[in-house]
């Protein structure tokens, strides 16, 4: 602030008008300017002494560099689908370098998709790293971001096989190609743990069923997911929880209800740590869907099963997923899928 501006604010106060001076004392009326702790100090003097005293921070007068806005490029990619305006939306920023944590937190929050993520240059084996963010917070993994940023990075490079660093560790993603075009995408994605949930009947209430036809468990892949089983699709459709009363006992878990016809698998996934009610794609819970019923003897280990999701919600959705090995011993948990990449875009940060 330049003492004309100050001398502009002391003007507006007091009602006068004048050029703002400093060490004037023989003219009436004058200003005085002096620094006293770190504070600029205006002294407003009249004829008959000192009317007016404004202190404004030395900090503002001081000279700064004017900061340098940069452009960050996007896409905005639906995942688990093969046509545009269906799956589950993700914004991908192409080359985050120079982002600050709570930049890329303020970017996801503006996004409001359920995931934005953030390239970054590898650290470790990987091709790339990515950071995941929902509007809240950052996740060690999710499943729709790494595919979809497989598919907006691979694009281009003609991959075949990206090797993604996240906070849950490296994720494989292989890419299916016809030419150029990118048709499928399989990510190897991190084995579950699992446990009993302990408030399954407080959970069941708050789903409004009567009984879960498998154990209700939770399982952790780095985001942990609860799965509560009905007897078919049409039970699944007509789920109307109580939000409140989910979101408490779920704890932050993910709750996936869920029914299951041979190899094929219908769910529905609500958020419970967001305001964003139920998700249109969940690929971190395909392979724990799929690994649950492996484990309770629904279907065959190393069999695909197709899960369709988000139609609910107006954006249909499809996954595939398969689980090697056994209980003892699970070698692989796979999840796949398309992606359509709809729009590219430029934020100025």
Same mark, same amino acid.
């Given at each position: !602030?330049?003492? %004309?501006?100050?001398?502009?604010?002391?003007? +507006?106060?007091?009602?006068?008008?004048?050029?703002?001076?400093? +060490?004037?004392?023989?003219?009436?009326?004058?200003?005085?300017?002096?620094?006293?702790?770190?504070? &600029?100090?205006?002294?407003?003097?009249?004829? /008959?002494?000192?009317?007016?005293?404004?202190?404004?921070?030395?900090?503002?007068?001081?000279? $700064?560099?004017?900061?340098?806005?940069?452009?960050?490029?996007?896409?905005?990619?639906?995942?688990?689908t093969e046509t545009a305006f269906a799956g589950n939306q993700l914004a991908v920023f192409t080359n985050? $370098?120079?982002?600050?944590?709570?930049?890329?937190?303020?970017? *996801?929050?503006?996004?409001?998709?359920?995931?934005?993520?953030?390239?970054?240059?590898?650290?470790?084996?990987?091709?790339? &790293?990515?950071?995941?963010?929902?509007?809240?917070?950052?996740?060690?993994?999710?499943?729709?971001?790494?595919?979809?940023?497989?598919?907006?990075?691979? +694009?281009?490079?003609?991959? @075949?096989? !990206?090797?993604?660093?996240?906070?849950? /560790?490296?994720?494989?993603?292989?890419?299916?190609?016809?030419?150029? $075009?990118?048709?499928?995408?399989? !990510?190897?994605?991190?084995?579950?743990?699992? $446990?009993?949930?302990?408030?399954?009947?407080?959970?069941?209430?708050?789903?409004?069923?009567?009984?879960?036809?498998?154990?209700?468990?939770?399982?952790?892949?780095?985001?942990?997911?609860?799965?509560?089983?009905?007897?078919?699709?049409?039970?699944?459709?007509?789920?109307?929880?109580?939000?409140?009363?989910?979101?408490?006992?779920?704890?932050?878990?993910? @709750?996936?209800?869920?029914?299951?016809?041979?190899?094929? *698998?219908?769910?529905?996934?609500?958020?419970?740590?967001?305001?964003?009610?139920?998700?249109?794609?969940?690929?971190?819970?395909?392979?724990?869907?799929?690994?649950?019923?492996?484990?309770?003897?629904?279907?065959?280990?190393?069999?695909?099963?197709?899960?369709?999701?988000?139609?609910?919600?107006?954006?249909?959705?499809?996954?595939?997923?398969?689980?090697?090995?056994?209980?003892?011993?699970? %070698?692989? @948990?796979?999840?796949? /899928?398309?992606?359509?990449?709809?729009?590219?875009?430029?934020?100025? @940060?």
């Open positions: !602030m330049a003492l %004309s501006d100050a001398n502009a604010v002391i003007s +507006g106060i007091v009602g006068v008008h004048g050029p703002l001076e400093t +060490g004037v004392r023989g003219r009436c009326p004058a200003t005085v300017a002096e620094e006293v702790s770190g504070q &600029r100090c205006f002294h407003r003097l009249g004829c /008959g002494g000192v009317s007016l005293l404004v202190s404004i921070p030395a900090a503002t007068f001081s000279p $700064k560099e004017p900061r340098m806005s940069e452009l960050y490029r996007f896409m905005i990619v639906d995942v688990f985050a $370098k120079g982002l600050s944590d709570d930049r890329m937190q303020t970017i *996801a929050r503006e996004m409001n998709y359920s995931e934005t993520t953030f390239v970054l240059p590898p650290e470790q084996d990987g091709d790339l &790293r990515i950071r995941i963010f929902t509007p809240a917070r950052e996740l060690p993994f999710a499943g729709h971001p790494v595919l979809g940023t497989a598919f907006a990075v691979a +694009g281009p490079l003609q991959s @075949v096989l !990206m090797r993604m660093e996240t906070g849950s /560790g490296l994720v494989p993603v292989l890419l299916e190609r016809e030419g150029a $075009k990118i048709v499928f995408g399989s !990510m190897q994605q991190p084995v579950p743990t699992w $446990k009993t949930f302990e408030d399954a009947d407080e959970l069941l209430a708050a789903l409004g069923v009567a009984g879960s036809e498998l154990p209700v468990e939770v399982y952790d892949n780095g985001i942990q997911h609860v799965f509560v089983t009905l007897s078919s699709a049409d039970e699944v459709a007509a789920l109307r929880p109580d939000a409140a009363r989910l979101s408490a006992v779920a704890d932050g878990a993910g @709750v996936n209800v869920f029914s299951a016809d041979g190899d094929r *698998a219908t769910t529905r996934m609500f958020i419970t740590d967001l305001d964003m009610g139920e998700d249109a794609a969940t690929g971190s819970a395909a392979g724990p869907l799929a690994l649950h019923l492996a484990r309770h003897g629904r279907i065959e280990w190393g069999s695909e099963v197709v899960i369709s999701q988000g139609a609910s919600i107006g954006r249909p959705s499809t996954l595939h997923a398969t689980v090697e090995g056994s209980e003892q011993e699970i %070698s692989s @948990v796979a999840v796949g /899928g398309c992606a359509v990449v709809v729009a590219r875009g430029e934020m100025r @940060v």
